[in-house]
T-cell receptor, first 115, second 109 residues
Framework: DTAVSQTPKYLVTQMGNDKSIKCEQNLGHDTMYWYKQDSKKFLKIMFSYNNKELIINETVPNRFSPKSPDKAHLNLHINSLELGDSAVYFC??????????????FGAGSRLTVL | GQNIDQPTEMTATEGAIVQINCTYQTSGFNGLFWYQQHAGEAPTFLSYNVLDGLEEKGRFSSFLSRSKGYSYLLLKELQMKDSASYLCAVMDSNYQLIWGAGTKLIIKP
């Protein structure tokens, strides 16, 4: 059973389009995250939700909108896609956000290519 | 600002030992993590240090010195499958993870 699953794995689209990436975790974790990993391999936190509630919202264009229908799901919707949005987007989850030993379990990543 | 530094790339020989260093400057400290990321895959958790000293886990060990803002990951008896990127991440006083850019480790036969 996949612990953190995200779809699609690959997404190729044109500039200006709107797209969504879905994420689900079956670990019973309370906290879920979206990370962006660019070509330089830096992992940048975008959003964090704890029990459906937004707790981290880094400086991300408002074209990116997360939605958490329940604590097992955190989807990412992106409007008006730009070339610079091309990256790998990782979903992750953890037992509790505000804890030191906060081990993240990552999904396999969604590679977004904007043409 | 907050900063995590680690070498961009290292090369080592199968069967040998390699040490990957990480230095950090963060607002507070609530632990340091090492993750392994194979090309095209997700990062996976390797180790967590919050107290000074060495934590050993099989072929992998991780060391922390909080006073020096320094950690290293030690990999022994290197295998070809250890070729991957190794990411250092520090949890700051707000329990946010600050990530390094990762060290790409290349293992040669």
């Amino acid at each position: 059973d996949t612990a953190v699953s995200q779809t699609p794995k690959y997404l190729v689209t044109q500039m200006g389009n709107d797209k969504s990436i879905k994420c689900e975790q079956n670990l019973g974790h309370d906290t879920m995250y979206w990370y962006k990993q660019d070509s330089k391999k830096f992992l940048k936190i975008m959003f964090s939700y704890n029990n459906k509630e937004l707790i981290i919202n880094e400086t991300v264009p408002n074209r990116f909108s997360p939605k958490s229908p329940d604590k097992a799901h955190l989807n990412l919707h992106i409007n008006s896609l730009e070339l610079g949005d091309s990256a790998v987007y990782f979903c992750a989850s953890s037992l509790a956000g505000g804890s030191g030993a906060n081990v993240l379990t990552f999904g396999a990543g969604s590679r977004l290519t904007v043409l | 600002g907050q900063n995590i530094d680690q070498p961009t790339e290292m090369t080592a020989t199968e069967g040998a030992i390699v040490q990957i260093n990480c230095t950090y400057q963060t607002s507070g400290f609530n632990g340091l993590f090492w993750y392994q990321q194979h090309a095209g895959e997700a990062p996976t958790f390797l180790s967590y240090n919050v107290l000074d000293g060495l934590e050993e886990k099989g072929r992998f060990s991780s060391f922390l010195s909080r006073s020096k803002g320094y950690s290293y990951l030690l990999l022994k008896e290197l295998q070809m499958k250890d070729s991957a990127s190794y990411l250092c991440a520090v949890m700051d006083s707000n329990y946010q993870l600050i990530w390094g850019a990762g060290t790409k480790l290349i293992i040669k036969p």
